[in-house]
């Protein structure tokens, strides 16, 4: 039986890419929205796993470099890897932990912010938006660090919103 969680995280993630590509002027590769949903589900590993890239997810993608950037006030994990071989860099955000009463909190905080003043109509949910806040000196940090010992890196960015073990892509460890 097909979890109905799955199905609606792959029509987002699906979704989402072709939008993506049709903005960028790219097509639709279905090789790399698998990627990023597998780089997605590393997200939910635990830090140590990630940054030596021994987790189950982590083994089904090319061996890749990275920095977790946690934040305990939040329950937020993020981690931004390099992948040498396709010089790609992941900055990659860990959806719902369902195990966290921190993170269902700030789920249930989803009234949407405004909080680009060069962009009245760009909204942005609440929770992920503080969330984003407690992460991001960090993602920036390791983002600077990575561009700047290698220059021919292409950015990639993804979130799976939540795990689900059942899931055909396994989750963290």
């Not at 989402?16 to 002027?25: E, H, I, Q, Y």
């Not at 939040?74 to 966290?100: E, H, I, M, Y």
């Not at 921190?102 to 949407?112: K, M, P, S, Y």
Request: one cysteine or more; hydrophobic letters at 40%; proline letters at 4%.
């Amino acid at each position: 039986m097909i979890n109905s969680s799955f199905v609606f995280t792959a029509v987002v993630v699906v979704v989402a890419a072709v939008a993506v590509s049709v903005v960028s002027g790219q097509s639709y590769d279905e090789t790399d929205a698998i990627t990023a949903v597998r780089y997605a589900g590393a997200s939910y590993c635990k830090a140590g796993l990630i940054e030596d890239w021994s987790c189950p997810p982590c083994k089904l993608l090319p061996s890749t470099v990275s920095t977790v950037v946690y934040s305990s006030a939040s329950d937020t994990q993020a981690f931004v890897g390099w992948d040498s071989a396709n010089a790609k860099l992941w900055v990659v955000f860990r959806g719902t932990n369902p195990l966290s009463i921190q993170d269902w909190i700030d789920d249930l905080t989803f009234e949407q912010t405004n909080p680009y003043t060069s962009c009245s109509a760009c909204g942005v949910h609440e929770g992920f938006y503080d969330s984003w806040l407690d992460l991001r000196s960090g993602v920036f940090a390791a983002v600077q660090s990575f561009v700047s010992a290698n220059s021919n890196a292409t950015v990639h960015v993804t979130i799976l919103p939540t795990c689900d073990r059942r899931w055909y892509i396994p989750c963290g460890a």
